[in-house]
């Protein structure tokens, strides 16, 4: 049978894009759609303006700091509506160089929703249908709302990013990494934040003394921590909302921001009907090469629910184009994945936590918690935590975990020292760059075990 395409994608964001591209290079006939913007959760309305959001935030503590480097700053405040206006300008440069990447591949661009109709083919919005070799999932997640009377009143992480001004207060629901890295972006903008979580700690899955460090540090930023809490209701006061928790305490505030995860993104596309086997939660269940259980279709990125992050789905994606297109069979390891968390302080980690560590063995650990050079004339008395998890004996790198400035940009290498098999010793030869925060990680004491 001829095919209009040998692959059609159905989804823009990074996973997506980049297996289009891939499989063009390599000489596909190739199209794409999207229905909403080009670039996904990450570029439109994630990573990206979440991380402009974080630049921004920070700047409070940086006025704040120089005081005590000899600055006099006044009269600093934050405009946000022009803020959202230049956020906005560099989306819309990402997209359009997104959309040309594209193009000069050769991909075949439309701008529209599609569906699944069968193995090989694919149902457009318009109502013409493109028949296609093979058809890749990768549309995504979406944030999932809880059901609780007057959920429709709160806004999620999609909606934050268009609000037109600055929320005098919020309530934040939700414990993991999208709802901690909201609080201290709207809590170092001014917004007055309270986040509401049923759990017992933040950051579930995340090493124990991380997450204890991080929620401290975010207590003594200013942030209001109800733990043990679950969220009742939602109701109107006026122009306001008040939260009800099932304990029967409330908060009335300007929004309430619904953090409380998010669930692959394959509502009506059709893929249960043309055979499709979904998860629970509505993943896509695929094996090692990223094929579903219709050997035609695949699926990359946050719609299989594996990891769900975009370097991930962009690894995923171009994994798929060389082992279909390119003659080039590539799998991804998912098992020694390095991450970063925007709170504030911000997390580097890459590897097993202790938890994980001690179920699997003996363990030894090195850390050390210090009061960083940047904060002692600023007079903060804020810590970074670093920590080695390492296989007792052999003392060989299980995990590396940090807390506090820059954490983000350590891991990235640490990462590759963990991957490599390094042991304690391995760090502890390297000579340290003095001063900064990063050569703690090579001098950190003898490691204790047990």
């Not at 995860?261 to 695929?286: D, F, I, M, Q, S």
């Not at 940090?402 to 390094?422: N, P, S």
């Amino acid at each position: 049978m001829a095919f209009d395409v040998d692959l059609f994608v159905i989804g823009g964001g990074s996973g997506g894009v980049r297996a289009a591209r891939i499989a063009a290079e390599a000489g596909a006939r190739v199209a794409l759609a999207e229905e909403y913007r080009m670039g996904g959760t990450c570029v439109i309305r994630g990573c990206v303006p979440k991380k402009l959001f974080v630049y921004a935030s920070a700047f409070a503590d940086a006025f704040e700091d120089a005081r005590g480097f000899g600055w006099t700053v006044e009269g600093a405040r934050f405009d946000w509506p022009r803020f959202r206006a230049a956020r906005d300008a560099e989306i819309a440069r990402l997209e359009a160089a997104y959309r040309s990447r594209l193009a000069k591949a050769g991909v075949t661009l439309h701008d529209c929703r599609a569906t699944v109709a069968d193995p090989h083919r694919v149902r457009l919005a318009d109502g013409r249908e493109v028949s296609a070799s093979h058809i890749l999932i990768a549309t995504g997640g979406w944030p999932v709302r809880p059901e609780v009377p007057g959920a429709d009143l709160a806004i999620t992480s999609n909606e934050v990013f268009e609000l037109a001004g600055q929320p005098k207060s919020v309530a934040i629901v939700g414990g993991g990494y999208i709802a901690c890295e909201f609080a201290g972006i709207l809590n170092g903008l001014g917004t007055r934040v309270t986040q509401i979580y049923r759990g017992p700690q933040i950051l579930r899955g995340f090493d124990d003394e991380v997450r204890a460090h991080v929620a401290d540090a975010m207590r003594s930023r200013g942030v209001v921590l109800e733990l043990g809490r679950d969220i009742a209701r939602i109701e109107p006061v006026g122009a306001e909302k008040r939260i009800v928790l099932t304990n029967g305490e409330s908060h009335v505030v300007e929004h309430v921001l619904l953090a409380t995860g998010r669930a692959p993104n394959t509502h009506g596309l059709g893929l249960e009907a043309a055979g499709v086997a979904l998860g629970r939660n509505g993943a896509v269940k695929v094996g090692d090469w990223s094929q579903s259980s219709v050997p035609s279709i695949y699926a990359v990125g946050d719609v299989t629910d594996r990891i769900a992050l975009t370097p991930v789905a962009i690894r995923e994606g171009q994994a798929f184009a060389r082992t279909v297109f390119a003659a080039e069979p590539t799998r991804v390891d998912h098992a020694l994945i390095a991450t970063a968390v925007f709170t504030q302080p911000e997390i580097g980690t890459v590897g097993l936590t202790e938890a994980e560590a001690r179920a699997r063995g003996p363990v030894a650990i090195a850390r050390t918690a210090f009061r960083p050079m940047l904060n002692v004339l600023a007079h903060r008395d804020e810590r970074m935590l670093m920590k080695l998890v390492l296989e007792a004996g052999s003392e060989r790198v299980l995990g590396v975990h940090i807390v506090g400035h820059g954490a983000g940009e350590m891991i990235q290498l640490a990462a590759v020292a963990v991957g490599m098999g390094a042991t304690k010793a391995d760090f502890d030869r390297t000579v340290a760059v003095h001063p900064t925060a990063a050569e703690e990680l090579v001098t950190l004491p003898a490691p204790v075990e047990g």
